[in-house]
């Protein structure tokens, strides 16, 4: 094993157990299925494609497409470490959060995905999916969709390096990242829309975020 695979364990294992600020809790780890690297259609035709979906079926996601579409969005790429998207210094700030209602093998709750070992650690229990969509202005993509995929930054790490430039590499970084799971969305034919009107601090209470995790951008996800 090599050292970024051994130190990608380490954060698992560590994930596994801390939340919250720093609260210890035992939490479940799912393993996703290794991503597909090839696809039926052009980037061409999925970006021919590519529009705003705010309405779902109540047709569940497979465990497959949730991990592809969490890949694409920042998955590891690289035996350096390196990821779908670019980020800046290559520190990787931002840390995805998958908020599950329908997804065929995964019960309902929030999920942290760990990019090192392509695996989701449960935070917590239960669909609040209502609760995240009243911190939405009331927007009823949040509410409906069966996955909402949440981008959150820890700013830190790229201001150790970049200092007050960070919040700028960060909202490019979250830009990139989007895209990409806007577009393999499209790929596995499923619908998503970008959700910035929220409110940040509600957003972080309702998915109990650690204080240095700040949401920047709401994705539902769903079957047209």
């Known amino acids: 094993m090599g050292n970024r695979q051994l130190l990608g364990t380490l954060v698992l294992l560590l994930s596994a157990f801390t939340y919250g600020g720093g609260r210890v809790q035992a939490a479940e780890t799912i393993q996703l299925p290794a991503p597909g690297l090839s696809g039926q259609q052009s980037l061409e035709a999925l970006l021919q494609r590519r529009h705003s979906v705010r309405e779902y079926s109540d047709q569940a996601l497979t465990l497959a497409q949730l991990g592809q579409l969490l890949w694409a969005a920042q998955g590891i790429t690289h035996g ?34 760990q990019p090192g070992g392509h695996a989701l650690v449960k935070t917590e229990d ?3 999916r209502n609760d995240l969509a009243e911190a939405a202005l009331s927007q009823a993509s949040v509410a409906q969709a069966p996955v909402v995929i949440v981008f959150t930054a820890v700013l830190a790490r790229t201001e150790k390096k970049y200092g007050p430039r960070a919040q700028r590499y960060v ?11 806007f577009l393999q969305a499209g790929a596995l034919g499923l619908g998503t829309v970008d959700v910035g009107a929220f409110d940040d601090e509600g957003v972080a209470r309702v998915l109990q975020l ?6 920047l951008l709401l994705m539902p996800v769903g079957r047209q």
């Open 80 to 113: 350096s470490g390196y990821r779908t998207a670019p980020s800046a210094g290559a520190l990787y700030p931002l840390e995805l959060y998958a908020v599950v209602s329908h997804v065929t093998g995964l019960s309902k709750g929030i999920y942290h995905y």
């Open 126 to 128: 239960g669909d609040i």
């Open 171 to 181: 909202d490019i970084e979250v830009g990139h990242a989007a895209e990409n799971l």
């Open 210 to 215: 650690p204080p240095d995790r700040k949401p």
